[in-house]
């Protein structure tokens, strides 16, 4: 029945076609591209004049759903046009994995090279595909809840270092679980969309009573994210075993944090103003089946965790992260080369903690990996970090520093996965700050 995924191991084993590192497309792939036919991600797109719809990055175009089914191109998928004629990936993916996984495969078999099917109805093709320039992307998802974690050592010791004792860095139940805090899911944007600089309250060190103003010490957060499909019902949980067939794909994600205003308020119940003015991610859902080839080996986890949260084989993803601060003059600073490979904890371990107490997840919830920090300054993945708490700036190209970042600032983060010559890429997610209201 839709709305529930019943887990099977003949799903996990069954043959994912789109994978195939030798296929090519009848489309142009230019040369690095996010996107050739081995990743073919979901989003959202609209264009001049019409809805928004449905959509699949091959190349530099995109390929358009909801045209691809009037046409009659989908044959034998139990989608009907509203799965495609909407403004979100919900209703795709609330067919669960194992149909998502096999339509992804009918769309690589119909961009393939060697299939006439679609490449040779030039008609058709002209109404299927369109260039990714002349489109303005949307959210995704549907977004209901929105979890954060806190999965990276580095950046958790380094944290530790600067707030608390630098010989204790990491609290004590740290190693023990994910730790996770509930964000809010109404102010995650898409990329592009600009945010303005938060208000809230905080408190200098040396003075006795806070302050009313603008946010001081605005930094992103280097993040990958996961979109789920639907889980179990309440009161059941999602084992690490399991927790592959409940996720759909990943997207880069910067978790704006206002440090000044958070320092104030998060005794003793942790993030709230500083973190849920906007959120913001990139346009481009990557399955999680397109990312399989980037499998790599996790963390050595001392202490061993508690069963629930052991796992077998090799579940981090090797995905390069660079982050960017284009100035006001247009000049682009690279400040971090970073990797999701530094994760101390699982997608799946993050999900299977999520659930173990019979928390029920939906279609469409979002999980944050947290920010995320490698073991040297230049793969630090936050302001707080790169600078030092502001002791250590930034020198960008035009001859000005940063400790956080400025009004007009714009934070650009992108992410890939490279491997024997396939590289598969999830777009950018970009975002200028704008001064206060």
Same mark, same amino acid.
């Given at each position: 029945?839709?709305?529930?995924?019943?887990? *099977?191991?003949? !799903?996990?084993?069954?043959? +994912?076609?789109?994978?195939?590192? %030798? $296929?090519? #497309?009848?489309?142009?792939?230019?040369?690095?591209?996010?996107?050739?036919?081995?990743?073919?991600?979901?989003?959202?797109?609209?264009?001049?004049?019409?809805?928004?719809?449905?959509?699949?990055?091959?190349?530099?175009?995109?390929?358009?759903?909801?045209?691809?089914?009037?046409?009659?191109?989908?044959?034998?998928?139990?989608?009907?046009?509203?799965?495609?004629?909407?403004?979100?990936?919900? *209703?795709?993916? !609330?067919?669960?994995?194992? +149909?998502?996984?096999?339509?992804? %495969? $009918?769309? #690589?078999?119909?961009?393939?090279?060697?299939?006439?099917?679609?490449?040779?109805?030039?008609?058709?093709?002209?109404?299927?595909?369109?260039?990714?320039?002349?489109?303005?992307?949307?959210?995704?998802?549907?977004?209901?809840?929105?979890?954060?974690?806190?999965?990276?050592?580095?950046?958790?010791?380094?944290?530790?270092?600067?707030?608390?004792?630098?010989?204790?860095?990491?609290?004590?139940?740290?190693?023990?679980?994910?730790?996770?805090?509930?964000?809010?899911?109404?102010?995650?944007?898409? #990329?592009?969309?600009?945010?303005?600089?938060?208000?809230?309250?905080?408190?200098?060190?040396?003075?006795?009573?806070?302050?009313?103003?603008?946010?001081?010490?605005?930094?992103?957060?280097?993040?990958?994210?996961?979109?789920?499909?639907?889980?179990?019902?309440?009161?059941?949980?999602?084992?690490?075993?399991?927790?592959?067939?409940?996720?759909?794909?990943?997207?880069?994600?910067?978790?704006?944090?206002?440090?000044?205003?958070?320092?104030?308020?998060?005794?003793?119940?942790?993030?709230?103003?500083?973190?849920?003015?906007?959120?913001?991610?990139?346009?481009?859902?990557?399955?999680?089946?397109?990312?399989?080839?980037?499998?790599?080996?996790?963390?050595?986890?001392?202490?061993?965790?508690?069963?629930?949260?052991?796992?077998?084989?090799?579940?981090?993803?090797?995905?390069?992260?660079?982050?960017?601060?284009?100035?006001?003059?247009?000049?682009?600073?690279?400040?971090?080369?970073?990797?999701?490979?530094?994760?101390?904890?699982?997608?799946?371990?993050?999900?299977?903690?999520?659930?173990?107490?019979?928390?029920?997840?939906?279609?469409?919830?979002?999980?944050?990996?947290?920010?995320?920090?490698?073991?040297?300054?230049?793969?630090?993945?936050?302001?707080?970090?790169?600078?030092?708490?502001?002791?250590?700036?930034?020198?960008?190209?035009?001859?000005?520093?940063?400790?956080?970042?400025?009004?007009?600032?714009?934070?650009?983060?992108?992410?890939?996965?490279?491997?024997?010559?396939?590289?598969?890429?999830?777009?950018?997610?970009?975002?200028?700050?704008?001064?206060?209201?």
């Amino acid at each position: 029945m839709r709305g529930t995924v019943i887990f *099977t191991k003949t !799903s996990v084993t069954m043959n +994912i076609r789109a994978n195939d590192p %030798n $296929r090519r #497309s009848w489309v142009e792939v230019p040369k690095g591209s996010d996107f050739p036919i081995q990743n073919l991600p979901f989003g959202v797109f609209k264009t001049q004049g019409e809805k928004p719809r449905v959509g699949v990055a091959i190349g530099n175009k995109i390929l358009d759903l909801k045209a691809l089914h009037v046409l009659g191109h989908l044959p034998n998928q139990p989608f009907n046009i509203n799965a495609f004629d909407t403004d979100s990936l919900n *209703t795709m993916m !609330s067919y669960g994995k194992k +149909i998502v996984r096999e339509f992804r %495969n $009918r769309i #690589s078999d119909l961009l393939e090279e060697n299939n006439p099917e679609l490449r040779d109805n030039h008609n058709h093709v002209a109404q299927v595909l369109v260039e990714q320039a002349e489109a303005e992307m949307l959210l995704p998802v549907q977004i209901g809840d929105y979890t954060d974690f806190y999965s990276s050592i580095d950046h958790a010791t380094n944290v530790g270092k600067m707030f608390r004792d630098p010989e204790n860095a990491l609290l004590p139940n740290w190693k023990h679980l994910p730790v996770g805090y509930h964000g809010r899911s109404s102010s995650i944007v898409s #990329s592009g969309t600009a945010i303005h600089r938060p208000k809230g309250q905080s408190k200098a060190p040396d003075q006795e009573l806070p302050s009313f103003g603008p946010c001081k010490l605005l930094d992103f957060e280097l993040e990958t994210g996961f979109f789920t499909f639907p889980g179990k019902p309440l009161g059941h949980s999602i084992s690490t075993e399991e927790a592959d067939e409940y996720i759909f794909g990943m997207v880069l994600l910067n978790d704006w944090s206002a440090r000044d205003i958070q320092t104030w308020e998060y005794v003793p119940l942790g993030p709230f103003l500083a973190k849920n003015f906007a959120s913001s991610i990139s346009s481009w859902v990557v399955t999680l089946d397109a990312l399989e080839p980037f499998r790599t080996k996790g963390a050595t986890q001392v202490p061993a965790v508690l069963p629930y949260l052991s796992y077998q084989g090799e579940k981090n993803i090797d995905i390069h992260l660079e982050v960017i601060i284009q100035t006001p003059d247009g000049n682009d600073n690279t400040i971090s080369n970073s990797n999701n490979k530094y994760m101390y904890w699982t997608i799946e371990q993050q999900l299977a903690h999520h659930t173990v107490n019979g928390c029920n997840i939906r279609c469409g919830d979002f999980l944050g990996s947290g920010t995320i920090s490698g073991p040297t300054r230049d793969t630090f993945g936050s302001m707080l970090e790169l600078t030092w708490k502001g002791t250590q700036p930034l020198k960008m190209k035009d001859g000005s520093e940063r400790k956080f970042i400025n009004d007009n600032d714009t934070v650009v983060m992108r992410g890939y996965c490279e491997k024997d010559g396939l590289r598969i890429g999830f777009g950018e997610v970009k975002t200028k700050v704008l001064p206060a209201i």
